[in-house]
């Protein structure tokens, strides 16, 4: 008996009625408090839904569709999208850690500071993953002292995936 549109779905059930990167910072949900659609939000975000999404541009992660048990597709999907959107450059003690727009937009869902973010990145990555040991030897410098590393994201490319 509701009407939804594709940000309803995205923003108010798969990320659990979390506000949207337009709405201002101090909005406290994606919905109005007493919206009757918020009894449908998940009670728990997973940021994996972040690599499945797509809105047809070409920085956009590969459609994926969905089986019973989501489980792989979301890792595979996760992974495979921060593997080839993730970028590490080293030199001269600095190392920048560039990492896709969409973990900007929606940082909260990732974390609250870099280092958060990146580790949070590293957990999605796949264990045998080259640059998942990169970004752990980062991190393994920031224990116990300030960050060692910069963070950055990359640019969007908003023109229409026409693959």
Same mark, same amino acid.
């Given at each position: 008996?509701?009407?939804?549109c594709p940000d309803?779905? %995205?923003?108010?059930?798969?990320?659990? =009625?979390?506000?949207?990167?337009?709405?201002?910072?101090?909005?406290?949900?994606?919905?109005?408090?007493?919206?009757?659609?918020?009894?449908? !939000?998940?009670?728990?975000?997973?940021?994996?839904?972040?690599?499945?999404?797509?809105?047809?541009? #070409? #920085?956009?992660?590969?459609?994926?569709?969905?089986?019973?048990?989501?489980?792989?597709?979301? &890792? /595979? /999907?996760? #992974?495979?999208?921060?593997?080839?959107?993730?970028?590490?450059?080293? #030199?001269t003690?600095?190392?920048?850690?560039?990492?896709?727009?969409?973990?900007?937009?929606?940082? !909260?869902?990732?974390?609250?500071? !870099?280092?958060?973010?990146?580790?949070?990145?590293? &957990?999605?990555?796949l264990?045998?993953?080259?640059?998942?040991?990169?970004?752990?030897?980062?991190?393994?410098?920031?224990?116990?002292?300030?960050?060692?590393?910069?963070?950055?994201?990359?640019?969007? =490319?908003?023109?229409?995936?026409? %693959?």
């Open positions: 008996g509701h009407i939804f309803d779905i %995205e923003h108010g059930i798969l990320r659990g =009625n979390s506000r949207h990167p337009s709405q201002p910072e101090d909005a406290p949900s994606f919905w109005a408090p007493g919206d009757p659609r918020e009894v449908l !939000a998940l009670s728990s975000l997973d940021p994996r839904i972040h690599f499945i999404l797509n809105c047809g541009a #070409s #920085s956009c992660p590969p459609i994926k569709v969905l089986g019973a048990d989501p489980e792989a597709a979301l &890792s /595979a /999907a996760a #992974s495979s999208y921060l593997e080839a959107e993730t970028m590490l450059h080293h #030199s003690g600095q190392t920048i850690v560039t990492l896709p727009k969409l973990l900007l937009w929606y940082r !909260a869902d990732f974390g609250s500071n !870099a280092t958060e973010v990146c580790t949070r990145v590293c &957990s999605l990555l264990e045998k993953s080259r640059l998942r040991k990169l970004l752990e030897l980062v991190l393994a410098d920031c224990i116990g002292s300030e960050i060692s590393f910069e963070l950055k994201y990359g640019d969007y =490319n908003w023109a229409v995936n026409a %693959e």
